[in-house]
């Protein structure tokens, strides 16, 4: 079955009216006068860094899974990675299999595509936490060989300062993982190394939520993120829900790492669930004005959903076809997808519709629609 939308075609060079054409890959994208105005097409959202939604989480299992990614995928988000919080070895390796039965059962129906896990705990500094449980632990060679085994990850965060780090990081880039840097008590010299060590190797490095979990920047003391905005390949996420980082900073990165900045939900199971009490790693979490915070006042990772990111980034003042690129072929390019994040034809027939608002109207993933058809 072949669709045909009709509307402004969010591309990397401009917004352009038009028409694309799909079944299960896009098999036209064409210029068109006469489209509506007030209709947008964007490539679907993808969310390397995603821990809930919807009342899910990555760490309850297949179920959890298959929940988040209806959440996200009713937001925009075509393509995402369930992402592990630090927590007991166990439940760590069994969130990871879980991901896996999710993979292996064919996917989500109604959801967004599942390409992966980011494994972001438990290889990060004890001295970094945030908001995550005190079960970190040091990456060796076992542990490292164990989380390959279930086959599923694709972006793993690490703090370099830890013992093996550097081995570890090789490890994942030989088997494809985008490798993070971040919850991190390093010095910028560490972390440069790190990335140095990463890229040589073939791999593509990344920051785990720039600015947050890994200190400031000083003149003499430029830290993690002066490291990584530095660096010439690295790939940046960021938390774009008004509270994790403030505007300046966003704009920073910008210039720092033109075309390399992602941008991320970090979201957890109270996304899309408004204001209340929740959970996350089996700490309290209450929610309030969209803010999420631990008992003790930390931020323990958002409520954000990638529609309301682009809205955001357009409020910043952020063009929309930079803004849209920074929520689908960044990120999509950042853990090595190729076949989506672009209105190209022969990609993945991955299209968020939105209104002239930037609100959702209709989600494809791999050319199925996701809400209710309209009459």
Not at 83 to 94: K, M
Not at 111 to 133: C, K, M, N, T
Not at 197 to 205: M, P, Q
Not at 316 to 335: I, K, N, R, T, W
């Amino acid at each position: 079955m072949t669709r045909t939308l009709r509307g402004q075609l969010v591309l990397p060079e401009g917004v352009r009216p038009g028409r694309v054409a799909f079944g299960t890959h896009l098999e036209a994208v064409t210029a068109e006068d006469s489209a509506p105005e007030g209709v947008f097409l964007l490539p679907g959202f993808v969310d390397t860094h995603v821990h809930g939604g919807g009342g899910g989480d990555a760490m309850d299992g297949p179920e959890g899974v298959r929940t988040l990614a209806r959440l996200h995928a009713q937001r925009g988000t075509t393509t995402l990675l369930p992402t592990t919080i630090t927590h007991e070895w166990a439940r760590v390796l069994g969130a990871l299999w879980g991901v896996r039965e999710v993979m292996d059962a064919g996917g989500v129906p109604g959801g967004a595509d599942i390409v992966g896990a980011h494994l972001e705990g438990p290889f990060i500094s004890p001295g970094r936490l945030g908001a995550q449980p005190p079960h970190a632990v040091d990456p060796t060679p076992e542990r490292v060989a164990q989380v390959l085994e279930a086959g599923v990850v694709r972006a793993v965060t690490l703090a370099p300062e830890l013992p093996g780090a550097e081995a570890a990081a090789l490890a994942f880039v030989a088997a494809g993982v985008r490798v993070g840097l971040g919850h991190t008590r390093a010095d910028a010299e560490t972390v440069a190394a790190l990335l140095n060590r990463v890229h040589a190797a073939g791999g593509r490095g990344c920051a785990t939520h720039l600015f947050n979990a890994m200190g400031g920047v000083e003149g003499r003391l430029p830290g993690p993120p002066g490291a990584l905005m530095a660096d010439p390949q690295a790939f940046l996420e960021i938390i774009l829900d008004g509270i994790h980082v403030h505007p300046v900073s966003v704009n920073l990165a910008r210039a720092a790492a033109p075309g390399r900045v992602l941008i991320i939900t970090d979201a957890m199971r109270a996304a899309g669930m408004g204001d209340g009490e929740s959970e996350l790693g089996g700490q309290h979490v209450t929610v309030r004005g969209g803010k999420a915070t631990l008992a003790d006042g930390t931020l323990a990772g958002s409520v954000l959903t990638m529609d309301a990111a682009l809205r955001n980034a357009v409020a910043l003042g952020l063009p929309l076809p930079e803004a849209s690129a920074m929520l689908s072929g960044v990120p999509a390019a950042s853990v090595g997808l190729e076949d989506r994040g672009r209105l190209e034809v022969g990609l993945r027939a991955d299209v968020t519709v939105l209104d002239r608002d930037l609100n959702v109207q209709q989600v494809y993933v791999g050319g199925q629609p996701v809400l209710e058809e309209r009459p």
